[in-house]
């Protein structure tokens, strides 16, 4: 891995990534080929990030729920590094109106 030659930059990038949700993957040496993939578990949620077809790394949440489709993650590459961001800001769901009372109350 190559540090860029003004470490201002580098760290205040990485500081911005930290912050804002952003986290980091592994190195885009990891996935050199088009097809390759890894799985990685991030905050207990399975995040698999694979080299599609056109050369672009692209990540995808694994949902649990039955035959759920991989739901696509944001995806970053900076200085050879692999970032995804999981922050609910950027994922929310619609809200629903409805409210269920448990059985147990």
Known sequence: MTI???DRVFRREMATAY?????FID???AIPHRGDSLMVTLFGEPIVVAREEDEDVRAYRCLRRPRGAPQPVRCAIRYGMIFV?????DH???ESDTTATPRSA
């Open 27 to 29: 190195l885009v040496t």
């Open 85 to 89: 961001n999981l922050d609910q800001r």
């Open 4 to 6: 860029p030659p003004d």
């Open 19 to 23: 912050r804002s949700g952003w986290h």
């Open 92 to 94: 929310q769901l619609a």
